[in-house]
T-cell receptor, first 111, second 110 residues
């Protein structure tokens, strides 16, 4: 069965600093991996996804993630944080019939 | 932008009332899902459907029920609302390798 662990329920960075949100997965088959963002009182929006091919995946809003099979990781990064990046971020892996989500990481941006 | 809609966006209702949360999508997706999410917390899958006349219970036990009579419509019903049902309910539909979410319904039962 697939599972996802997000390290750190809350991450705080300064505006302009590097954003790093950590995600480790477990999967018995080659994984399909996703990052979603959720702004307050809204649904989830897909940031980026990895299915096959290039292991460095670029998404919307300047985010990217790298699939590292040897480390079973799919960490999300952004070189320079913006105030508008403050939100909840969810990592997910495709299960047999549904997405399996991590617990979420709340990103706070300090001015 | 995904075309998946949920109504109402916010609902405050008294204990014992029957409610239906609406979810519609215009993308022709066969697979649809309902999640329950408390503020700032993880998502819990409560129902899903693979197509018309197909419904399954999810990972989290829920007193709600769902129906799937039309591909585009996947309503969730609570026969008798209780304060413990207070939560945010998110509907989603999926194409291969991507799930699209509606804006959610925030339900408060008083």
């Amino acid at each position: 069965a697939q599972s996802v662990t997000q390290l750190g329920s809350h991450v705080s960075v300064s505006e302009g600093a590097l954003v790093l949100l950590r995600c480790n997965y477990s999967s018995s088959v080659p994984p399909y991996l996703f990052w979603y963002v959720q702004y307050p009182n809204q649904g989830l929006q897909l940031l980026l996804k990895y299915t096959t091919g290039a292991t460095l995946v670029k998404g919307i809003n300047g985010f990217e993630a790298e699939f590292k099979k040897s480390e079973t990781s799919f960490h999300l990064t952004k070189p320079s944080a913006h105030m508008s990046d403050a939100a909840e971020y969810f990592c997910a892996v495709q299960g047999a019939q549904k997405l399996v989500f991590g617990q979420g990481t709340r990103l706070t941006i300090n001015p | 932008e995904a075309d998946i809609y949920q109504t109402p966006r916010y609902l405050v209702i008294g204990t014992g009332k029957k409610i239906t949360l609406e979810c519609s999508q215009t993308m022709g997706h066969d697979k649809m899902y309902w999640y329950q999410q408390d503020p700032g917390m993880e998502l819990h899958l409560i129902h899903y459907s693979y197509g018309v006349n197909s419904t399954e219970k999810g990972d989290l036990s829920s007193e709600s029920t769902v129906s799937r009579i039309r591909t585009e419509h996947f309503p969730l019903t609570l026969e008798s609302a209780r304060p413990s049902h207070t939560s945010q309910y998110l509907c989603a539909s999926s194409a291969p390798y991507e799930q699209y979410f509606g804006p959610g319904t925030r339900l408060t039962v008083t």
